[in-house]
């Protein structure tokens, strides 16, 4: 079992900054790809973000020149860096760890959730 712990969620102004941070917990042997979802009230959950291990990255239009995803591999953890942010960025934010490889196999594990909130 692979646990997904996300933080730094909360309220910001338009055009101002967060940082998401999560941890990945477990008996854990390799995690390929991390990445960051998004569900916006009454929205279908989308991808924001995803890094390889080999710290290839893949963003969703939306966010191209805004954000920028990072991960410590030593220490399991995947960063997104959130700037110049608009109130449609507005939604929970979702970990997500498609292939991770643990001793009963790989499995696709997703965190709880954080929300971002953009308003004035």
């Known amino acids: 079992q692979v646990q997904l712990v996300e933080s730094g969620g909360g309220l910001v102004q338009p055009g101002g900054s967060l940082r998401l941070s999560c941890a990945a917990s477990g008996r854990i042997f390799s995690i390929t790809t991390m990445g960051w979802h998004r569900q916006a009230p009454g929205k279908q959950r989308e991808m924001v973000a995803i890094?390889?291990?080999?710290?290839?990255?893949h963003y969703a239009d939306s966010v191209k020149g805004r954000f920028t995803i990072s991960r410590d591999n030593a220490k399991n953890t995947v960063y997104l860096q959130m700037n110049s942010l608009k109130p449609e960025d507005t939604a929970v934010y979702y970990c997500?760890?498609?292939?991770?490889?643990?001793?009963?196999?790989?499995?696709?594990?997703w965190g709880q959730g954080t929300l971002v909130t953009v308003s004035s």
């Open positions: 890094i390889t291990s080999g710290d290839f990255t």
């Open positions: 997500n760890a498609p292939s991770a490889v643990t001793a009963g196999g790989i499995g696709n594990y």
